[in-house]
C-alpha cells in the first residue's frame, strides 16, 4: 500500500488566492483527519470524517476553509480566500478504526506558504 | 490549554543514552499514543497503551502510563542519530474519536 497521499506537497500562493489540499486514504481506512501544524500553534485538528461524512469541524478555523469527502477515496480542504496566517503544514491522517480511537496514519503533508 | 503537554520541549543527549520524555493530559482518556516526526516528514505511530495499561514495550521503547496523574512518558533505550526526531504524545478522550496532540519534544542525539 502506498500509503496516505496529499498533493501538491509544496504549495506557494498569494494573499487571495484560492487554495486546494488533496488527500488520498489508504484503502479501507473509514476515518480521515485533517491537521495543520504551525511553530506557534503545534499540531491542531481542523475536521475529521467517518465513512465519508463531517463528525467535527470545530477546528476549522473560519469560513474561509470548507473540507469535503465526495467518496471514500478522496478528501479536499480548500481556503478560499487565503491569507498569509494561513501558512503551514497540512496534514491528512486515516485509521481503520471502530469505537475506540486507534493508531493514525500520517500523510507526508502539504507545505503551503501564503504571500 | 492544550491537552497533552510534553516535558522537556527539547533534549539532547548522546549515542547510547537513555532518553526520557513526559506527557500530561487532562481529561479521562480511552488511551494514549506516542508519535514521531522526522523533520519535514508525516507522523509516524510508535506505540499505543490503553487507560488499563500501565506498561508496555515495544523494542527499544518503554511507555508509562499513570491515569491517577494523568501523565505518560516515553523511554527510548540505547539511542542512536537515527532517534533525532520530535516527539508527539497523543491522547483519545473519552466520548470523541479524535486526536489531540501534544506540543512535542524535540530529540537531538549526538553520534
Known amino acids: 500500500d502506498a500509503g496516505v497521499i496529499q498533493s501538491p506537497r509544496h504549495e506557494v500562493t498569494e494573499m487571495g488566492q484560492e487554495v486546494t489540499l488533496r488527500c488520498k486514504p489508504i484503502s479501507g481506512h473509514n476515518s480521515l483527519f485533517w491537521y495543520r501544524q504551525t511553530m506557534m500553534r503545534g499540531l491542531e485538528l481542523l475536521i475529521y470524517f467517518n465513512n465519508n461524512v463531517p463528525i467535527d469541524d470545530s477546528g476549522m478555523p473560519e469560513d474561509r476553509f470548507s473540507a469535503k469527502m465526495p467518496n471514500a477515496s478522496f478528501s479536499t480542504l480548500k481556503i478560499q480566500p487565503s491569507e498569509p496566517r494561513d501558512s503551514a503544514v497540512y496534514f491528512c491522517a486515516t485509521h481503520h478504526g471502530g469505537g475506540i480511537t486507534d493508531t493514525q496514519y500520517f500523510g507526508p503533508g502539504t507545505r503551503l506558504t501564503v504571500l | 490549554s492544550q491537552q497533552g503537554e510534553e516535558d522537556p520541549q527539547a533534549l539532547s543527549i548522546q549515542e547510547g543514552e537513555n532518553a526520557t520524555m513526559n506527557c500530561s493530559y487532562k481529561?479521562?482518556?480511552?488511551?494514549l499514543q506516542w508519535y514521531r516526526q522526522n523533520s519535514g516528514r508525516g507522523l509516524v505511530h510508535l506505540i499505543l497503551?490503553?487507560?488499563?495499561?500501565r506498561e508496555k514495550h515495544s523494542g527499544r521503547l518503554r511507555v508509562t502510563l499513570d491515569t491517577s496523574k494523568k501523565s505518560s512518558s516515553l523511554l527510548i533505550t540505547a539511542s542512536r542519530a537515527a532517534d533525532t526526531a520530535s516527539y508527539f504524545c497523543?491522547?483519545?478522550?473519552?466520548?470523541?474519536?479524535?486526536?489531540?496532540f501534544g506540543s512535542g519534544t524535540r530529540l537531538q542525539v549526538q553520534p
Open positions: 497523543a491522547t483519545s478522550d473519552t466520548g470523541r474519536r479524535a486526536l489531540t
Open positions: 481529561t479521562s482518556i480511552n488511551n
Open positions: 497503551i490503553r487507560s488499563n495499561e
